[in-house]
């Protein structure tokens, strides 16, 4: 049976599993004491659920419990991981080196850095929206202190090959941050194997709650130290105070744990389905996918069609299905997306796309129906179009000069 409106927003954020749910049910009605209460049972039963959850998504992404800083979200992470290095590792130096398709947690936080005196390097990215390898050793100076550069990219899901990014910065005594909100829970990330000193990710992508995150902060070779951007208790080992948002961090535990038992199942259909979506919205003509088809997440696609404005698209079907053009976390603004312009896309293009996230939750109704409504949303607004008129006629839009109003 299909519902309607269909959710496909997944990037965004993800439904809660009622599993989550139900695991965290008890923490706000009969466990709701402080985990920094030591002396007294309601304290204890908190804190004893807060170090059971740190096991939870340490265990996720292979890290050691004491390696997981609990944040509000990955914003915070990635506030407290970038500012937090530049801080502690001044002494050595203030450059760091990151991407022009981050995520704008991590662009805006490079940009209050330089407003700081630090220095940042924006590398550009190539058209699938890898980074070249060779521009970024390239670009490591002797003050270089941070890497960043994100696991898996929000708006077009191209994942990022972390393991050569680290071993180039080793190579040269260099830190690695990612932003690995969008890859955690959905393809296996491993920080020893990928070599990665500091991650910041979240809940509320892989079927948790909002508000509640974590950094992961490596420490053992090398041993890495971030200076806190929060002040008060010296809560988690004195790098983010405040009081733990318990039956959140419980849903993140248990949102881990079945993380890591289905990501795999998970991963398998998603892509099925949305390689069946892709499949069929090419057939389209003049539909393009942004980004890379091989080094991707299983559950995203972003395409463009041509000479359709994404803003009308999203109206002709946005009652029924939920979608987002650009990046959701500033598609306040209808400048078309920054990281569709880094891959080189033109306004028409970029202004054209669609952002398809799927997820455990997600039918084959569901992507039937997708199929249907877009395609013929398509076809209906190139029919109303002079723009798809004229190119029908062979016209070249690039070369014609418009008037000025």
Request: with cysteine; net charge negative.
């Amino acid at each position: 049976m299909l519902h309607l409106p269909i959710y496909l927003d997944n990037n965004s954020t993800t439904p809660m599993d009622p599993r989550v749910l139900e695991a965290m049910t008890p923490y706000f009605l009969n466990h709701f004491g402080n985990s920094a209460s030591r002396n007294h049972p309601f304290g204890w039963a908190a804190e004893e659920a807060v170090d059971y959850a740190r096991e939870q998504v340490a265990k996720l992404i292979g890290a050691d419990p004491k390696e997981i800083i609990f944040t509000s979200g990955a914003t915070e992470a990635d506030n407290l991981g970038v500012k937090g290095v530049y801080e502690m590792y001044a002494s050595k130096g203030n450059h760091i080196i990151t991407a022009t398709t981050e995520h704008k947690a991590v662009i805006d936080t490079c940009k209050h850095i330089e407003k700081l005196g630090g220095e940042v390097t924006y590398l550009q990215v190539e058209p699938d929206g890898l980074i070249d390898l060779v521009a970024l050793e390239a670009a490591i100076k002797p003050n270089t202190i941070l890497i960043s550069i994100m696991y898996a990219n929000n708006e077009i899901g191209t994942v990022m090959p972390m393991k050569e990014i680290s071993a180039i910065a080793r190579k040269h005594g260099v830190l690695v941050f990612t932003d690995g909100t969008q890859a955690v829970g959905k393809i296996p990330v491993d920080v020893n194997k990928d070599g990665i000193d500091l991650m910041a990710f979240t809940a509320h992508k892989m079927y948790g709650p909002k508000g509640v995150g974590a950094l992961y902060v490596r420490r053992k070779n090398p041993r890495v130290k971030v200076t806190a951007q929060m002040d008060g208790g010296g809560h988690e080992r004195g790098m983010r105070s405040g009081t733990l948002n318990v039956p959140g961090i419980v849903g993140f535990g248990k949102a881990c744990e079945l993380c890591m038992l289905e990501m795999e199942s998970d991963a398998a259909r998603t892509s099925k389905l949305r390689d069946k979506l892709q499949a069929a919205l090419l057939q389209i003509e003049e539909s393009y996918v942004n980004g890379s088809t091989e080094h991707r997440l299983p559950h995203v696609a972003n395409i463009s069609f041509k000479h359709v404005e994404g803003e009308g698209l999203l109206m002709g079907f946005n009652k029924n299905i939920a979608l987002s053009s650009g990046s959701a976390c500033t598609s306040a603004s209808l400048e078309p997306s920054y990281v569709l312009k880094a891959l080189g896309l033109g306004d028409d293009l970029a202004h054209s796309s669609l952002r398809f996230g799927l997820s455990r939750f997600t039918t084959e109704e569901e992507i039937d129906y997708t199929i249907k409504s877009i395609t013929d949303t398509v076809l209906k607004l190139r029919e109303m179009s002079p723009l798809w008129e004229m190119y029908k006629e062979g016209i070249d839009l690039d070369s014609i000069e418009w008037a000025a109003h």
